[in-house]
């Protein structure tokens, strides 16, 4: 497995970048998977779905599950 990290300020051109080179790393036939980061709390699931009611009733975890996309939703763990 081969792994790199791009980082910088917004608005700095990260996603403009990787927008460019993600395809171009693709075509050489390997996979590209990307983690991204937000200081900002997230929400993946809307209030009133089900996947959010269940999550806040108490699911340590919860899965979305497409048909095509997946999203895996976990509390992060308070220190």
Known sequence: MKVF?????SGMGK???LER???EISSR?????????SHKN??????G???YRLREAG???VLLLGNDRWARCRRALRR
């Open 29 to 37: 036939g390997l996979v590209v998977s990307l983690i991204k980061h």
């Open 15 to 17: 996603t403009t970048l």
């Open 5 to 9: 990290g791009i980082a910088g300020h």
């Open 59 to 61: 699911c340590s975890e």
């Open 49 to 51: 779905k089900d996947s």
């Open 21 to 23: 080179l993600v395809p």
């Open 42 to 47: 997230i929400e993946i699931d809307r209030p």
